[in-house]
């Protein structure tokens, strides 16, 4: 039986990529940076990008898939609004950085890796940001926030929720 053709919704995202995979054809091995900007593109690669990709790469879509989750920075998940990146490389953890994700796991219900359910953080792990002078330390999108502790950290974590919620929202501002 032959499988059925996969719709591709012709829309300014795919055609992006579409322009990026033409542009690449002559380059050897386009796989991976095609998957890069597709990520860019879409926030992360859905099965349907998968599709796209391999059909207009002309690879087997098991390809594109095994090269996914070869690499870590590919995700099969929406990324939510913001990023964060808690470091647990050497100097962290000795500082005490596995208390500080244990504390953001329950406040955001998620475990690392994951985004919560109204996508506004991911919550994501480094090693080493080369600011072991400020550990334990987090980069919260392309901020750096250093000498943490789980207090610290979920004040972090509410003010900015509450700043996007709008004027008033702000959680825990002190009263001077
Ligand atoms: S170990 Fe965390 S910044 Fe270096």
């Given at each position: ?11 300014a ?5 579409k ?12 796989l991976?940076?095609?998957l ?17 990709v ?6 087997p ?18 990324i ?9 490389g ?8 596995s ?8 406040e ?11 996508r ?22 392309e901020?750096?926030h250093?000498?943490l ?14 700043e ?11 009263k001077?």
């Amino acid at each position: 039986m032959e499988a059925q053709p996969l719709h591709i919704p012709d829309n300014a995202h795919y055609q992006e990529l579409k322009k990026f995979i033409e542009a690449s054809r002559n380059v050897p091995g386009p796989l991976i940076q095609v998957l890069h900007r597709a990520q860019k593109i879409f926030g992360y690669l859905p099965l349907e990008v998968q599709h796209f990709v391999a059909r207009e790469l002309n690879v087997p879509l098991a390809k594109v898939f095994g090269v996914i989750t070869f690499y870590n920075f590919f995700r099969l998940d929406p990324i939510g609004d913001h990023i964060i990146n808690l470091c647990l490389g050497t100097a962290c953890h000795v500082k005490g950085a596995s208390d500080i994700i244990k504390v953001m796991e329950k406040e955001l219900g998620i475990k690392v890796g994951g985004t919560t359910a109204d996508r506004f953080y991911t919550l994501s792990t480094a090693r080493c940001f080369g600011a072991c002078g400020l550990a334990p330390v987090m980069m919260l999108d392309e901020e750096v926030h250093g000498r943490l502790n789980p207090q610290k950290t979920i004040k972090i974590l509410r003010d900015l929720k509450a700043e996007a919620a709008g004027p008033g929202q702000t959680i825990n501002k002190e009263k001077k």
